[in-house]
C-alpha cells in the first residue's frame, strides 16, 4: 500500500479575504504571523477594549487599522471576516457582535465554553446567512486528511479504537485564565478539545461519555481521563492534563490495521500507517511548519469555503462543534467543574 496523498490546498491559492482581529492576546499573535508568513490572506483591521493595545498590535503587524473597541471593529466596511480570539468565555457574545454586523466569524476553539452557547452562534449564523467556523485546525492539516482517506476507503477496516491525549504543565496562578472557570479555564476547554475533537472525528458523535479526573483549587478540571463509547461498540480512549506533559499523541485501530499519528497530533506532524501482512509505512509532513506556524490552515479553509458560497465548511460543521462539545458538557459535569 502506498499512503494516498494529502488533498489540502495550496496555502498561497485561496481567495483573499479581509480579516479583522477581535481581541490582539497570545493566540491572536500567533495566527497573524502564521497568516502572514504562508498565506495571502490580508488582516486589515484589529479591536481591542484598549485602543493602545490595539495600536501596538498593529504596528506590530502592519495592520492599516486599530478600534478601540470591539463594536468598531464589526463595523469596519474594510473587514470581510473576522477572527476572535478572545478567552472561552467572550466567544459566544463576540461572535454574536461580530453576526449582528453581518461578518463572517471564525472563532478560535473551542466554540463556546458549552454545546448551549455553541447551538446559539450556530443559531445567529444560519439564521443571517454568513459563515461560521471553529478554528479547529488540526481538522485541515494534511495528516488529518490522510487518516479522513484511510478510514473512507476502508483501508483500516472495521474501526475498533481511538486514541488521543494532550497534557502540559499550566500555571498554579489562580488569576490566570487558564484556572480561572469565569473565563472558562480547565483542561478539557483549552487543551481536551483536541483529542475530543480527533475522536468525534473518527468516530462520530459518541453514544456515551464516562468521566474520571481532577479538579484545581478554583474548581476547574485539572485532568481527566474519558472513555468514549460510540453505537457500533467503538472506543476512545482519551486524556487531557493541566498537571503532566504527555506526548500528543493519535491514533486510529480497526480490524485491518492501523494509523497514528505523530506527536504532536494537533500541529504539523506525519502518520505510520500498519496494515495486515505489510510492512508500515510512514509519511511526514514536508512544510516545515512546527506547532503554531499551521495556525493558518483553518483561515484558508474558510476564505475557500466563504468563496464557494459555503456558510459552513464541510469538514468541520458547526453541528460538529456542537457535539464536540456535548462530550465536554457531560465529561466536565462528571468531574463537577465549575
Known amino acids: 500500500m502506498t499512503i494516498p496523498a494529502p488533498r489540502t490546498p495550496d496555502l498561497r491559492s485561496a481567495p483573499v479575504l479581509r480579516w479583522g482581529v ?96 455553541a447551538t446559539e452562534i450556530a443559531t445567529a449564523a444560519r439564521g443571517a446567512g454568513v459563515f461560521a467556523m471553529e478554528a479547529m485546525w488540526t481538522r485541515f492539516l494534511p495528516q488529518t486528511d490522510i487518516v479522513r482517506q484511510l478510514i473512507e476507503n476502508g483501508d483500516l477496516g472495521r474501526l475498533g479504537l481511538v486514541t488521543a491525549d494532550f497534557g502540559s504543565v499550566a500555571t498554579a496562578d489562580p488569576a490566570h485564565r487558564i484556572n480561572d472557570p469565569a473565563l472558562g479555564g480547565g483542561a478539557l476547554l483549552d487543551l481536551g478539545v483536541y483529542p475530543v475533537s480527533f475522536a468525534h472525528f473518527a468516530l462520530g458523535r459518541p453514544e456515551r461519555v464516562t468521566a474520571r479526573g481532577s479538579l484545581t483549587p478554583t474548581g476547574v478540571d485539572a485532568q481527566s481521563a474519558l472513555v468514549l463509547d460510540a453505537a457500533d461498540g467503538a472506543q476512545a480512549l482519551l486524556s487531557t492534563s493541566l498537571r503532566a506533559r504527555t506526548p500528543s499523541a493519535a491514533a486510529v485501530y480497526g480490524d485491518a490495521g492501523s494509523v497514528a499519528v505523530h506527536p504532536s497530533f494537533w500541529g504539523p506532524s506525519g502518520v505510520t500507517v500498519s496494515l495486515a501482512n505489510r510492512d508500515p509505512e510512514t509519511w511526514i509532513d514536508p512544510s516545515g511548519m512546527v506547532g503554531r506556524d499551521a495556525l493558518c490552515v483553518s483561515a484558508v479553509a474558510a476564505a475557500i469555503a466563504i468563496a464557494e458560497g459555503r456558510t459552513e465548511h464541510p469538514l468541520h460543521t458547526l453541528s460538529d462543534a456542537i457535539e464536540v462539545l456535548e462530550s465536554i458538557d457531560e465529561a466536565r459535569s462528571q468531574l463537577g467543574a465549575s
Do not use: C
Open 22 to 117: 477581535l481581541a490582539p492576546g497570545g493566540i491572536a499573535r500567533d495566527w497573524v504571523a502564521s497568516v502572514a508568513a504562508s498565506t495571502g490572506q490580508r488582516v486589515t483591521a484589529v479591536g481591542s477594549r484598549s485602543a493602545d493595545r490595539a495600536r501596538a498590535f498593529a504596528a506590530d503587524f502592519g495592520v492599516e487599522r486599530a478600534h478601540g473597541t470591539y463594536e468598531d471593529l464589526v463595523a469596519d466596511d474594510d473587514v470581510d471576516i473576522v477572527y476572535i480570539a478572545a478567552p472561552h468565555s467572550e466567544h459566544t457574545r463576540l461572535a454574536l457582535l461580530a453576526i449582528a454586523a453581518g461578518k463572517h466569524v471564525l472563532v478560535e476553539k473551542p466554540l463556546a465554553t458549552s454545546a448551549a452557547e
